[in-house]
Each structure stands twice: as C-alpha cells, then as structure tokens.
C-alpha cells in the first residue's frame, strides 16, 4: 500500500485543479465510468462554472455545452430566478414528506402545472427523483392496474433495444443496452424486448416508411410470443434518445398504438428526455401524436437544476388503481420535495413567458438540423437525424453499405475527445455523436457547434 499522503481538500478553500483531480480519484466514484482508464488520464475534467450554454472549467477553459448537462439543462446555465425560488423555499418549508396523508404548497401547484400541460387524461403525477425512479414507480403502477383489473398474471412490461429508461435494477431491465446487463440478475423477470426502429443499422434496403412498420410488428411478434394475456405494458421513449438518438418513421407509433389498443396493452411513453420542449413541442407525445397511459418525465422539468422527476397518469389507470379502496404501497423520502417543485414550476414558468417552446419548433429547432445537415457532404458523416433540439450524427466508413464500424467506437470515440479539446461537449454513443443542447441556443452558437464539430471530424482524417 502506498504510503505517499493523499491531497485533503478540508483546509484548502482554494484548492488547485491537480489537488481537486487528485482527492476526485481517491474518494469519488462516477457513474458509468472505467476507474482505471480514468486514473490513467490524468483523472477528470473539472467543471466550475456555467452560464448560458457554456460551462468553464478550473483552468479556464470555456466549452460549448452541445448536450444540455445530461439531456436536462434546457433554460440554460446560471439562472438566477431559480436560485432565488429554491432559496425562498428553502426558508419557508425546506421539506416535508408526502406520506401521512401531508402534502405542500409547491408539490400540489406543480402536480396542476403538469396536469395543464400534459395531453388530455393525464391529470395526476406521482413525484419520484429521477427518471429511473419513476419508471420503477411505472411498473408498480402497470402490474397493479391489472391485478385490480382480476388479471393478476399480466405482468410483462415489453420495452425495445437500445431503449433507455434507467439504470435501478428495474429500470435498468427495461433499458436495452447490452452494456446496462453485464451483472447478473438483470433484465429482471418479465422484461422483454422487441425491435428498435433503427432504419441506419437495420432498415437495408426498405424505406423508412416500410421499416416502421417491420418494426412495429416486431412488437407484436414479442407481445404474441410471451402472450398478450400476460403482458401489461409496453414502455417507449418517442425518439429513443441515449440509444443514439434513434427517430422513429412516421408510420412507426401509429402501428405501435393500433397494437396496444388491439391487445389493451398500457402505452407508458417515457418523456424523461423529450420532454419539456426538446422536440418541438412540449412533450414528444403530441409531436408524434402519441396518447400515453403513462408518461414518465424528470430532467428538463427542473432544466436540471434539482433532481425531481414523475409518473403522470391517466385518469383511466388512476380510477383503477388509486381511486379504488386499498393504499398504493410505494413511495420515496423526497417524492414531491417542497424545494425541488418549486423550482420546476418556475422553470416551467419562465419557459411559458420566454416562448421557449415555440422557438424550438419553429425557430431554432429547424435551425439546428438544417445546420447540421451540411455535414453530410463530409467522408465519415453517413446520416444526420433528428428532431428540433435533438440530434445523432451517425459516423461511417461505408456512407453506401451503412456497415458498423470497426472496432464499435473507433470514430465517435476519437471524434468526441477531439470535440472536447476544441471547445464543445457531445457524447460517443457507439459510432454517433449525439446532441441536445440547451434550449435557449443562438443561431451564433449553433455555428460555433456545427464549426467545431465539422474541424474535430476533420482532424480524423489527418
């Protein structure tokens, strides 16, 4: 064991960046990172600071943030509305639990915000912390609905490859990203998968119109192979986002909706990342026209700001599973956090009064593609997709075949670290750059994304 003493940050209140970096690695565990890799270089960037859609780190350095945080910082950085919100009720009622038949101010205004907002139905939230937690809350919620219904054996919840909806050992199930089942025990029983309408990587030489459906009845294949009378759910995200922002064809969810209908399958639509303006419109519900039973939603609700997150449900599942007699035996500590609503109703505010929404769909959104279209005449760029402030740059060194790459990550990887060291963050999801930048971007700095972007692809090729 070494015996050369570790950095201590307690009597340092302005530590250095190696100092940080060191004490990071010696008592911080990330998520989703390799440790040793990490060690091995150099240990971890240091963010400081943000304003707007830029982020500083400790040695000054000033990024452009092309994926919004975590898909979640849509209003941008350094908003001092809500600092003065959450420190307004953190002196009023800093926190209460929502058990005991107790509720808060914040926590019942923000559930009606959400009610105005959502498609017609869904009317009741129950709040989690995250994405994760709410999808678990969802299964809970599905499984309950038919063993009130008298089929308690319609437990399955059919979700999709490459989908992501968590990583809790249940959300984690759900997901379909082989990395995410590298432990034994997950996916958990009665979680099953069905077809991604991926069209780069599977569509071969149909159209996007004929692949939707192929992929939709892929989900009818699954749900007749476990049997329709035991399944309860199914669970989808409307543009399948950590999945390497995969966008459905048009003929895609109205197949998919005509298939739950058939088989009185739940439709939860998972809304954590496409929600809250990022496709358009409010919810990507209304913008593929999908009619949820279920709705999960986190991120953009507080633009990150607080962790706060919930399971929006219909008023024909919550006439059966709450308003009936017996209790919902499920819940969190912080579900409903007085401090975490408050600051979601004022994100939601300010993005009403700014017309945030409305200069996605109709501005910057349309902006955004159209600029990153014009990657497309370079040599490993083999498609540009997305929608409004979401988008994947798919990476190939066969634009014709649309083979994978080889090795899986050997352009995106290399790409993202160059993007990096030019001044903008994306992530490398397989062999794509994926994007979703804060909703508030100029036209000025979407040109400074596609620019550096456009030169980091380039370093590739010397």
Same mark, same amino acid.
């Given at each position: 064991?070494?015996?050369? %003493?570790?950095?201590?940050?307690?009597?340092?209140?302005?530590?250095?960046?190696?100092?940080?970096?060191?004490?990071?690695?010696? #008592?911080?565990?990330?998520?989703?990172?390799?440790?040793?890799?990490?060690?091995?270089?150099?240990?971890a960037?240091?963010i400081?600071?943000?304003?707007?859609?830029?982020?500083?780190?400790?040695?000054?350095?000033?990024?452009?943030?092309?994926?919004?945080?975590?898909?979640?910082?849509?209003?941008? /950085?350094?908003?001092?509305?809500?600092?003065?919100?959450?420190?307004?009720?953190?002196?009023?009622?800093?926190? /209460?639990?929502?058990?005991?038949?107790?509720?808060?101010?914040?926590?019942?205004q923000?559930?009606e915000?959400?009610?105005?907002?959502? %498609?017609?139905?869904?009317?009741?939230?129950?709040?989690?912390?995250?994405?994760?937690?709410?999808?678990?809350?969802?299964?809970?919620?599905? *499984?309950?609905?038919?063993?009130?219904?008298?089929?308690?054996?319609?437990?399955?919840? @059919?979700?999709?490859?490459?989908? =992501?909806?968590?990583?809790?050992?249940?959300?984690?199930?759900?997901?379909?990203?082989?990395?995410m089942?590298?432990?034994?025990?997950?996916?958990i029983?009665?979680? @099953?998968?069905?077809? $991604?309408?991926?069209?780069?990587?599977?569509?071969?030489?149909?159209?996007?119109?004929?692949?939707?459906?192929?992929?939709?009845?892929?989900?009818?294949e699954?749900?007749?192979?476990?049997?329709?009378?035991?399944?309860?759910?199914?669970?989808?995200?409307?543009?399948?986002?950590?999945?390497?922002?995969?966008?459905?064809?048009?003929?895609?969810?109205?197949?998919?909706?005509?298939?739950?209908?058939?088989?009185?399958?739940?439709?939860?639509?998972?809304?954590?990342?496409?929600?809250?303006g990022?496709?358009?419109?409010?919810?990507?519900?209304?913008?593929?026209?999908? $009619?949820?039973?279920?709705?999960?939603?986190?991120?953009g609700?507080?633009?990150?700001?607080?962790?706060?997150?919930?399971?929006? @449900? #219909?008023?024909?599942?919550?006439?059966?599973?709450?308003?009936?007699?017996? *209790?919902?035996? #499920?819940?969190?500590? =912080?579900?409903? #956090?007085?401090?975490?609503?408050?600051? $979601?109703?004022?994100?939601?505010?300010?993005?009403?009064?700014?017309?945030?929404?409305?200069?996605?769909?109709?501005?910057?959104?349309?902006?955004?593609?159209?600029?990153?279209?014009?990657?497309?005449?370079?040599?490993?760029?083999?498609?540009?997709?997305?929608?409004?402030?979401?988008?994947?740059?798919?990476?190939?060194?066969?634009?014709?075949?649309?083979?994978?790459?080889?090795?899986?990550?050997?352009?995106?990887? %290399?790409?993202?670290?160059?993007?990096?060291?030019?001044?903008?963050?994306?992530?490398?999801?397989?062999?794509?750059?994926?994007?979703? %930048?804060?909703?508030?971007?100029? *036209?000025?700095?979407?040109?400074?994304?596609?620019?550096?972007?456009? *030169?980091?692809?380039?370093?590739?090729?010397?």
């Amino acid at each position: 064991m070494s015996s050369t %003493p570790r950095p201590d940050l307690r009597n340092d209140p302005s530590p250095s960046t190696a100092t940080l970096k060191a004490v990071d690695l010696a #008592h911080h565990l990330h998520p989703f990172t390799d440790h040793q890799e990490l060690r091995g270089d150099g240990g971890a960037r240091v963010i400081a600071s943000g304003k707007g859609c830029y982020l500083t780190d400790t040695e000054g350095a000033r990024l452009l943030d092309g994926m919004g945080g975590l898909w979640c910082v849509n209003i941008g /950085y350094g908003r001092p509305e809500l600092a003065e919100v959450a420190a307004r009720q953190m002196q009023e009622l800093p926190y /209460y639990n929502s058990f005991f038949k107790t509720t808060m101010p914040a926590t019942v205004q923000l559930a009606e915000d959400l009610a105005a907002l959502t %498609p017609e139905g869904l009317n009741r939230a129950f709040f989690s912390n995250s994405g994760s937690e709410a999808n678990d809350t969802n299964i809970r919620i599905a *499984r309950m609905y038919w063993q009130k219904q008298g089929q308690p054996d319609r437990t399955v919840i @059919v979700s999709r490859n490459l989908a =992501y909806h968590g990583s809790t050992i249940a959300a984690a199930s759900l997901t379909g990203l082989a990395s995410m089942h590298d432990i034994p025990g997950i996916p958990i029983p009665d979680i @099953v998968h069905a077809p $991604a309408p991926f069209w780069w990587a599977n569509g071969g030489d149909m159209s996007p119109e004929e692949f939707g459906l192929q992929a939709a009845r892929g989900l009818e294949e699954t749900i007749l192979a476990v049997g329709p009378e035991r399944v309860a759910a199914f669970i989808g995200e409307p543009v399948q986002g950590a999945g390497g922002v995969i966008v459905p064809p048009s003929t895609y969810w109205p197949e998919v909706q005509r298939i739950c209908r058939k088989y009185g399958i739940l439709l939860i639509v998972d809304e954590v990342i496409c929600g809250f303006g990022r496709t358009g419109r409010w919810f990507g519900s209304q913008t593929f026209d999908i $009619a949820p039973d279920i709705m999960t939603v986190a991120k953009g609700m507080s633009s990150g700001y607080l962790p706060i997150s919930a399971s929006i @449900v #219909h008023d024909r599942v919550a006439e059966v599973v709450f308003d009936g007699p017996g *209790r919902f035996p #499920h819940g969190y500590t =912080y579900s409903g #956090h007085p401090v975490a609503a408050a600051v $979601a109703r004022e994100n939601i505010a300010i993005m009403k009064r700014e017309g945030v929404v409305e200069r996605v769909g109709g501005d910057i959104g349309p902006y955004f593609q159209e600029r990153l279209a014009t990657l497309l005449d370079h040599e490993l760029v083999g498609e540009v997709r997305g929608v409004s402030l979401m988008a994947a740059v798919e990476l190939t060194r066969d634009k014709k075949g649309r083979s994978a790459v080889e090795p899986l990550g050997g352009l995106a990887t %290399p790409v993202r670290n160059a993007c990096f060291e030019n001044g903008l963050t994306t992530r490398a999801v397989r062999d794509c750059l994926v994007f979703s %930048p804060p909703l508030v971007i100029s *036209r000025a700095e979407v040109d400074e994304l596609v620019s550096i972007l456009r *030169r980091s692809l380039d370093q590739q090729l010397k």
